[in-house]
């Protein structure tokens, strides 16, 4: 037995009991921190997961309220754009319009000038002395003319 004794006085076994006591105590501590660490996140995960429908809900309003928006202001640009092309048709038919008009009454003095030209030259071919009476008219008028 006094060899046991000195053998354990030797190893030292209480103080190696000691230290696995007070390694176990820590180890024991070290999981009562982890542990409560561990709670206090899954308390933080299931909060946020409280919330996470509301927060869902509120970007889905959101998300809809932009689109009614976006689609209004659209709409708003399709009808000023619709307004713009009106007019713009508007003008150019009045400007097309103009056109014609001023084309067709370029033609009609044409066709005008080309009926008074024929009668005349008829009339100055069936009528001699009208022709006479022309050139001397034309002749009187350039002596006439002081330069």
């Known amino acids: 037995m006094s060899i046991i004794l000195f053998l354990a006085h030797k190893m030292d076994v209480k103080g190696k009991l000691e230290q696995s006591k007070i390694d176990v105590n820590n180890v024991i501590e070290e999981s009562k921190t982890i542990k409560a660490d561990s709670e206090a996140r899954l308390s933080s995960i299931e909060e946020s997961m409280t919330h996470i429908e509301e927060e869902i809900e509120a970007i889905l309003t959101k998300s809809e ?43 009609a003095t044409l066709a005008s000038v080309e ?21 001397e008219e034309s002749i009187n008028a350039i002596e006439g003319v002081q330069i």
């Open 65 to 107: 309220e932009t689109a009614k928006l976006v689609g209004e202001k659209i709409v708003q640009d399709a009808e000023k754009n619709v307004l713009v092309i009106r007019d713009n048709a508007g003008k150019a038919i009045e400007n097309s319009r103009i056109i014609l008009k001023n084309d067709l009454i370029k033609r």
């Open 115 to 135: 009926v008074a030209k024929s009668k005349i030259l008829n009339e100055l071919n069936s009528n001699q002395g009208l022709h006479d009476q022309l050139i």
